[in-house]
């Protein structure tokens, strides 16, 4: 197994991108922590998997402690940590997103980054042994469209901290790196879309994948993989296109 034995945090794990990763962690032996806001789907993946949920709020120090305490507590150790945990404001003008939306998807896109550094760099460092952080960015923050400019900004600033926490945390052998899905049919879709999903509005978003279809969680879940396990040991900085050809 590929992750025989290494312990994981997956943030937003109770469904989507995370559910998917979660899944795979554990089917290649990873004992996984399913952190998500929503308990309920928390505790489904995790009972489902043969992990150990935690519920909590990415945007919040306290959340983000509670999710690197219950790897400590239940596994005795942390190497892999997750921040899948997303959210976005509903395609549309730039002047439509009221500052508290704006707010709330600068919270849970770019400080819940700052908060896992916080909580997981120090007990990385304590091991000794290393670890890998993989940020779940997007192609937004590569090649943006209009619509999601503040979306967008977040993933921007995702990509730039992967790379500079790369540099910063080589010499403890703590990889940093990201992986940027094209858009999948998550329950964020519609507010993708910006309008009710329909099979001509994903005609319309799929018409710009070279591959021609969305991206799912088995596609990022196999990226996430292979950034989390010993053969990308050499691995860090990248960001990673998960998005056939988008942004080619």
Not at 42 to 48: G, I, K, L, P, S
Not at 79 to 96: K, Q, Y
Not at 162 to 180: G, K, S
Request: net charge negative.
């Amino acid at each position: 197994m590929r992750l025989e034995g290494k312990i994981a945090i997956v943030t937003g794990g109770g469904g989507g991108f995370g559910e998917g990763i979660a899944r795979l962690y554990a089917a290649e032996g990873a004992h996984v922590v399913v952190a998500d806001m929503v308990a309920a789907q928390a505790e489904r993946v995790a009972r489902e998997i043969g992990g150990v949920a935690v519920t909590g709020d990415v945007s919040l120090g306290a959340d983000v402690q509670a999710m690197v305490d219950c790897a400590i507590d239940n596994y005795e150790g942390l190497d892999i940590v997750v921040n899948n945990a997303g959210t976005t404001h509903r395609n549309g003008p730039i002047l439509d997103v009221d500052e508290a939306t704006f707010d709330r998807v600068y919270a849970v896109n770019v400080k819940s980054v700052y908060w896992m550094t916080h909580a997981a760099v120090p007990v990385f460092r304590k091991q000794g042994r290393g670890g890998s952080i993989i940020n779940i960015s997007s192609t937004a923050g590569i090649r943006p469209r209009p619509g999601l400019v503040w979306y967008n900004g977040t993933k921007g600033a995702v990509n730039t901290i992967t790379q500079c926490m790369a540099i910063e945390l080589a010499p403890d052998n703590i990889r940093v790196n990201a992986v940027c899905p094209v858009i999948g049919a998550t329950g964020l879709l519609e507010q993708f879309m910006g309008q009710a999903d329909s099979p001509e509005m994903r005609a319309k978003f799929v018409a710009s994948v070279p591959i021609g279809r969305m991206s799912t969680p088995e596609d990022i879940a196999n990226a996430c993989l292979w950034l989390a396990e010993d053969s990308s040991s050499f691995i860090t900085g990248i960001l990673l296109p998960v998005d056939g050809g988008r942004t080619a």
